[in-house]
């Protein structure tokens, strides 16, 4: 019976993930629908507009040829209008002078033919008709003025939606994700040498499956890339996977994205616990200051507990965001640590694998400590004063100092003090190292056997410190610890 409830369970479980695939798929085809709506309506109406600017231009195109027509045509009128009256008037005139040129050779006194001839003989010397140029002055034709469009015609005809670059394909065997960079590589179909650039989306998701209909984040773009890989760098974590895309453009359009793809951004990612932390400690998301009126603030906050029931560590938004490995509170109150333990965990525990996290201190702090603790470190206990936690320690008080220590055993370092140290903890190892996290020096390296999970561990004394998550091992950390698996050196294990 128990079996079969089981195995009833896991079909379930397996049918429920299926619907919720199936339904976010739906959704998605929704929002394409509603996306190829506007996107056809959007091309369509560029359409119209660059025909209508088409048209806009053969309409003044037009206008401007029919001008210099009618302008042609109106000179050549005042040529020929101008020089059909000059000749219409010689003709009236010299008819005038032939009718009395007949009207004298048809006299017969003597006396006045000789003198009207002598006088008709004079006017036709002078007559406008032996003056004029009976060469038209402008010519009828207008064939200067003809078009022939065959050519612009075949151009309008060849007129087409323009060319889309293919659509690259990311190749997933080339990607690398690695010191919290991620490099895509992508390919075409063939090679197009009209291809201007590519743009890169990526985005963060805690999904592995098709894109949802709604994501946690958006999209974030990388235009004008000029060749077929790209490498984003200086990445925090802080989601399970990344999500790429990638698409050509020309000149003129750009193509269809690529098909999704998504890579694996592993990193350990942990918040401080702001309910676990000393009441002298000012705990803001990775931040933690000392200060002094703790205590008082606390004590009124105390004062105020009738009026909520609700504190930091059972808010929603911390609910929301447990996972198996968050730690659970078992106070309500910031009174996890007290007296001179000027302690804060981290909300998340280690359990498997290999973990890196840095973290920034003020180097005037009078003590600070990192590194990691076992869940029942006792709350008075003060890191590296007991079995249950392991710390580099740094001491302002009377000189500075830089020790390793574990289970009240203490050892001085030998090296400059950084501002920034990595942490890395090889659970299955059993190693915890510190890093100079600018150079990546190691500076000590605790060997031992962790009997169960361990918390980053934290503790301030009159300073500051900020903590940095979501990173991965950095590969020359994980180099180094392969060479000195196994070996003993002055960073040995304090025992």
Not at 319 to 344: C, H, I, L, Q, W
Request: net charge negative.
């Amino acid at each position: 019976m128990g079996d079969q409830k089981e195995s009833l369970r896991k079909i379930t479980t397996t049918l429920a993930l299926k619907n919720d695939e199936i339904t976010n798929f739906i959704c998605c085809l929704k929002q394409s629908l509603e996306n190829l709506e506007g996107n056809s309506s959007r091309v369509q109406e560029d359409l119209d507009t660059e025909f209508s600017s088409l048209h806009s231009v053969l309409d003044e195109l037009k206008d401007s040829m029919v001008t210099r027509i009618k302008q042609e045509r109106a000179s050549h009128t005042y040529e020929l209008q101008s020089q059909l009256s000059a000749c219409s008037k010689a003709l009236e005139s010299s008819e005038e002078l032939l009718e009395v040129a007949n009207q004298t050779l048809c006299s017969s006194e003597a006396d006045d033919f000789t003198q009207a001839a002598k006088d008709i003989k004079d006017s036709v010397t002078m007559a406008p008709a032996f003056r004029l140029s009976l060469k038209a002055k402008a010519s009828d034709s207008m064939s200067h003025m003809m078009v022939d469009f065959t050519q612009e015609r075949e151009m309008l005809q060849a007129i087409k939606f323009l060319p889309v670059p293919a659509t690259p394909e990311i190749l997933v065997s080339e990607c690398q994700v690695c010191d919290n960079t991620v490099t895509v590589q992508w390919a075409l179909p063939e090679p197009d040498t009209k291809i201007d650039h590519y743009d890169l989306e990526h985005r963060r998701t805690n999904y592995e499956g098709p894109p949802r209909a709604r994501e946690d984040y958006p999209w974030m773009v990388v235009e004008g890339i000029r060749e077929t890989e790209y490498t984003l760098t200086g990445l925090r974590f802080d989601t399970r996977y990344m999500t790429f895309r990638v698409k050509a453009c020309n000149k003129a359009v750009a193509g269809e994205f690529s098909e999704l793809v998504t890579l694996e951004t592993h990193a350990f990612l942990f918040k401080l616990d702001a309910g676990s932390s000393h009441q002298n400690l000012k705990v803001e998301d990775l931040s933690v200051e000392w200060d002094s009126c703790g205590g008082k603030i606390i004590q009124d906050i105390r004062k105020d507990k009738n009026r909520t029931n609700q504190s930091p560590m059972h808010s929603p938004a911390r609910t929301a965001m447990n996972s198996p490995k968050r730690v659970p509170s078992a106070r309500v109150g910031r009174d996890r640590f007290t007296a001179e333990s000027y302690t804060v965990l981290g909300d998340t525990f280690i359990d498997a694998g290999q973990q890196y996290w840095e973290v920034r201190f003020d180097k005037e702090s009078k003590a600070f400590a990192v590194g990691l603790a076992l869940r029942n470190l006792g709350r008075f206990d003060q890191l590296g004063k007991s079995n249950a936690s392991w710390c580099i320690h740094l001491n302002n008080w009377l000189h500075q100092s830089l020790t390793a220590k574990h289970n009240n055993k203490a050892r001085t370092l030998d090296c400059p003090i950084p501002d920034r140290i990595g942490v890395y903890c090889n659970y299955e190892e059993g190693a915890l190292s510190f890093y100079n996290a600018r150079t990546k020096t190691l500076m000590h390296t605790f060997r031992t056997k962790f009997a169960q999970p361990v918390i980053p561990a934290f503790s301030v004394w009159n300073g500051s410190f900020s903590v940095q998550t979501g990173l991965q091992v950095p590969s020359v950390v994980q180099s180094g610890q392969r060479k000195n698996s196994g070996t003993s050196s002055s960073n040995a294990s304090l025992t």
